[in-house]
């Protein structure tokens, strides 16, 4: 931050060194709490939507073949590989204040989870959700969260997630699952410690 703060450059850290609001800037303690914040968002969750996407995908090949065909939109197929099996399952947050939910109080200063993965199956607000639809258009999934806590590190994560399924699709004709392993032992992340796959090129 001290580097950035002498010599600016065209980075991230660099922009929010250059950030004023009202004459407030960013102190030290938020740059680098929100740089940690969009590496593991960026990467950590990266990885296992990568992961889950390929194995969902290994395991339908009618789908993978919808995607190297060409005739879906990529950005569009990364948001359904996201809502159908969401790398990020569950956030906790604090009850602000005392309020009802169907039903169930609760108490201001209460701890809730909010189980992300779960309303992106949510048949209320997605026709058919347990199937995969590359097209699923709008998709108002939550796999970054929602509002004031929407995840900092989304845009990153979507590229990605666009980037590495586009490659993949374009090199590899044809995914076989060989062998899944073990789902990562974690309440809040999902996704796979090893996946085995047969390649067929393009």
């Not at 922009?15 to 969009?38: H, Q």
């Not at 997630?161 to 789902?183: C, K, M, P, Q, S």
Request: charged residues 30%; glycine residues 10%.
């Amino acid at each position: 931050v001290n580097e950035r703060r002498a010599r600016p450059g065209e980075d991230l850290i660099s922009a929010m060194v250059e950030v004023e609001e009202e004459g407030e800037e960013l102190t030290d303690f938020e740059i680098v709490g929100t740089s940690i914040l969009t590496l593991n968002a960026g990467h950590e969750a990266t990885v296992h939507a990568i992961g889950n996407a390929l194995l969902a995908l290994a395991r339908r090949p009618d789908s993978y073949r919808q995607l190297t065909g060409g005739g879906v939109d990529m950005s569009t197929a990364a948001d359904e590989m996201l809502r159908y099996d969401s790398p990020l399952q569950m956030f906790e947050r604090w009850v602000l204040e005392d309020t009802q939910l169907d039903g169930h109080r609760m108490g201001k200063g209460s701890k809730v989870g909010l189980l992300f993965g779960s309303a992106n199956r949510d048949e209320s607000a997605f026709e058919e959700p347990d199937e995969i639809r590359l097209d699923r258009s709008p998709n108002p999934h939550v796999a970054f969260g929602a509002g004031v806590h929407y995840c900092v590190g989304a845009p990153l994560a979507r590229v990605e997630l666009e980037t590495a399924l586009g490659r993949f699709a374009a090199r590899v004709g044809a995914i076989e699952l060989i062998d899944a392993g073990d789902r990562i032992e974690s309440l809040v992340f999902r996704g796979m410690g090893r996946i085995e796959l047969a390649l067929e090129p393009a």
